[in-house]
């Protein structure tokens, strides 16, 4: 695989993060209008960290992938909308896919967390089939095993297009900014419990807007 001539900001991440998970999950609201795509990147689930990003920033991360030919303008419809071709340029399969968005957008993961977190995307049958795909990636230079945390017993992986994750990651592996607090383990698993139920939230949200629409038709 070709490397990047330069890495990516963290808006640009988030960005190419959102197209891919859209792309996904939701096919049918994909290619995202520049609104969408701001509501994408503040979206409030699925992401670490959360951010408020303007219409400007979006904007200029846009711009800065379409320069290194990862996202272009989409052809369809009248509105102006935008689409991700990053994985479709370096023939990234389905389960390829769902990785590196859910890392560009959750930052470094354990295995485990990585099935989890992409069952809406790509459901892998097992670890195995997760490690494998990592492993795969990491022959690409697209994904990286990062050294064991202090107080973790699994390893995570990053990806390594750029933004602040991976380095944060190292340099608290490294013993940088301190060790897990007691407790700490029990407090993370809460937080993973409390996303899983954002994330049903958000499905069932969906759900009732498809079928508010889908009723108006009949009217």
């Known amino acids: ?31 995202l209008t520049l609104n969408a795509l701001i509501n994408a990147c503040n979206q ?6 959360v951010v408020v990003y303007d219409e400007t920033t979006v904007m200029s991360a846009v ?14 419809g009248r509105a102006l909308k935008f689409e991700q071709i990053f994985s479709d340029s370096r023939n990234f399969i389905a389960k390829e896919k769902a990785i590196i968005c859910i890392l560009l957008l959750r930052g470094p993961q354990t295995i485990g967390e990585i099935r989890g977190r992409t069952d809406r995307l790509y459901s892998f049958s097992d670890l195995d089939e997760v490690r494998a795909t990592l492993e795969n990636l990491e022959e690409t230079g697209i994904v990286k095993r990062l ?5 973790r017993k699994e390893a995570r992986y990053g990806h390594l ?12 592996a490294s013993g940088i900014g301190g060790d897990e607090l007691p407790g700490a383990q ?23 807007q498809e079928f508010a629409t889908f009723r108006s038709q009949f009217e």
């Open 186 to 208: 029990s407090t993370s698993r809460i937080e993973e419990l409390q996303e899983q139920i954002n994330s049903l939230q958000e499905e069932l949200d969906q759900l009732r």
């Open 1 to 31: 695989m070709d490397h990047l001539d330069t890495l990516l900001n963290n808006p640009e991440v988030r960005v190419l993060g959102c197209l891919l998970e859209k792309e996904m999950a939701t096919p049918e609201y994909y290619p």
């Open 161 to 172: 297009l750029g933004g602040e994750s991976l380095e944060n990651s190292e340099q608290s």
């Open 147 to 151: 050294p064991m945390q202090p107080g």
């Open 63 to 76: 711009e800065g992938l379409r320069s290194r030919k990862m996202v272009r303008q989409s052809s369809i």
């Open 44 to 49: 409030k689930t699925n992401r670490e960290p």
